[in-house]
C-alpha cells in the first residue's frame, strides 16, 4: 500500500510539473522571448557576413550563435516533454522542430546558410499580428493564380522558345538552342538590357524580328496585368471581409 501511495504521489508531480511546464511553454511571454532570441539570432547571423564586424568579434559571435541554439534545442525538449506525443499532432510544432534539428547537426556550423533557416520560425508567430495574418491569407489565396500565371508564361515561352530557334538560331548564338532560346526570352522578359544586348543586334540582320520581340514583350505584359488585376480584386474582397 505504501509503495502504490507513494507510486501515485509522483505520477501526481509529474503531471503537475507537466501541466505547470506546458502552461509556460504555451504562455504568451515564452513566445515572446523565443521570438526575440529568434531575433537577436537574425542579428547575429547578419553580423557574422560582414567581415569587418566577424573580423574583430568572431568568437563572441560564434558564442552566442551557440547560445542561441542551446536555447532553441532546450524550448523543443521543454515543449516535447510537456505535451508529450501531441506536441507532432501540431503542424507549427513540427516544423520548428525540423528547423532545430536542421540547424543543429554537427556541420551546420560550416553552413551559415543551414542556421539562416531558424529565422523561418518568425513564421509561427504571424497568428499573433493581425495585420501580418491578412497578409498571408491573401498571399494564401494568390498561389493558385500565380501558379496558373507560371503555366501560361511556361506555354507563351515554350513556343517563342520554339519560333526564336527556327528564325535566328543559325545566325545568333542566343537562339542556338531550345535552352539559350529560354533563357534569351528571360532576359527579354526581366527587360534587363534586351534592346541593346538582343534585340537591336538580331534586328540588324533581321529587320523584321521586331515584329517577334514586341508581340513576345505585350503578350507577357497582358499575362502579368491580368495576373495582378485579379491579385488586387482577390486583396480587396479579403479585406472587405
Given at each position: 500500500?505504501?509503495?502504490?501511495?507513494?507510486?501515485?504521489?509522483?505520477?501526481?508531480?509529474?503531471f503537475?510539473?507537466?501541466?505547470?511546464?506546458?502552461?509556460?511553454?504555451?504562455?504568451?511571454?515564452?513566445?515572446?522571448?523565443?521570438?526575440?532570441?529568434?531575433?537577436?539570432?537574425?542579428?547575429?547571423?547578419?553580423?557574422?557576413?560582414?567581415?569587418?564586424?566577424?573580423?574583430?568579434?568572431?568568437?563572441?559571435?560564434?558564442?552566442l550563435?551557440?547560445?542561441?541554439?542551446?536555447?532553441?534545442?532546450?524550448?523543443?525538449?521543454?515543449?516535447?516533454?510537456?505535451?508529450?506525443?501531441?506536441?507532432?499532432?501540431?503542424?507549427?510544432?513540427?516544423?520548428?522542430?525540423?528547423i532545430?534539428?536542421?540547424?543543429?547537426?554537427?556541420?551546420?556550423?560550416?553552413?551559415?546558410?543551414?542556421?539562416?533557416?531558424?529565422?523561418?520560425?518568425?513564421?509561427?508567430?504571424?497568428?499573433?499580428?493581425?495585420?501580418?495574418?491578412?497578409?498571408?491569407?491573401?498571399?494564401?489565396?494568390?498561389v493558385?493564380?500565380?501558379?496558373?500565371?507560371?503555366?501560361?508564361?511556361?506555354?507563351?515561352?515554350?513556343?517563342?522558345?520554339?519560333?526564336?530557334?527556327?528564325?535566328?538560331?543559325?545566325?545568333?548564338?542566343?537562339?542556338?538552342?531550345?535552352?539559350?532560346?529560354?533563357?534569351?526570352?528571360?532576359q527579354?522578359?526581366?527587360?534587363?538590357?534586351?534592346?541593346?544586348?538582343?534585340a537591336?543586334?538580331?534586328?540588324?540582320?533581321?529587320?523584321?524580328?521586331?515584329?517577334?520581340?514586341?508581340?513576345?514583350?505585350?503578350?507577357?505584359?497582358?499575362i502579368?496585368?491580368?495576373?495582378?488585376?485579379?491579385?488586387?480584386?482577390?486583396?480587396?474582397?479579403?479585406?472587405?471581409?
Amino acid at each position: 500500500m505504501a509503495k502504490s501511495k507513494q507510486k501515485l504521489k509522483v505520477k501526481d508531480y509529474l503531471f503537475e510539473d507537466k501541466r505547470k511546464l506546458k502552461t509556460l511553454v504555451t504562455g504568451k511571454n515564452f513566445d515572446l522571448f523565443i521570438m526575440s532570441i529568434i531575433l537577436a539570432d537574425a542579428l547575429v547571423l547578419g553580423l557574422m557576413t560582414s567581415d569587418w564586424v566577424s573580423f574583430r568579434f568572431d568568437t563572441g559571435l560564434f558564442l552566442l550563435d551557440r547560445l542561441f541554439m542551446g536555447i532553441f534545442i532546450v524550448e523543443m525538449l521543454m515543449k516535447i516533454y510537456a505535451e508529450g506525443r501531441s506536441f507532432f499532432k501540431n503542424s507549427w510544432n513540427v516544423f520548428d522542430f525540423v528547423i532545430v534539428a536542421v540547424s543543429s547537426v554537427p556541420f551546420a556550423s560550416a553552413f551559415i546558410v543551414l542556421r539562416t533557416f531558424r529565422l523561418f520560425r518568425l513564421l509561427k508567430y504571424i497568428d499573433k499580428f493581425s495585420h501580418l495574418k491578412i497578409m498571408m491569407d491573401i498571399f494564401a489565396k494568390m498561389v493558385p493564380n500565380f501558379v496558373a500565371m507560371l503555366a501560361v508564361l511556361a506555354v507563351f515561352f515554350y513556343v517563342f522558345a520554339i519560333i526564336g530557334v527556327n528564325l535566328y538560331g543559325g545566325v545568333f548564338a542566343e537562339f542556338a538552342t531550345f535552352g539559350s532560346a529560354l533563357f534569351t526570352l528571360l532576359q527579354t522578359f526581366t527587360l534587363d538590357g534586351w534592346a541593346s544586348a538582343v534585340a537591336r543586334p538580331v534586328m540588324a540582320f533581321f529587320p523584321e524580328s521586331w515584329l517577334f520581340f514586341v508581340a513576345f514583350i505585350f503578350g507577357c505584359f497582358l499575362i502579368v496585368i491580368s495576373f495582378l488585376m485579379t491579385a488586387l480584386i482577390q486583396a480587396v474582397n479579403a479585406v472587405k471581409k
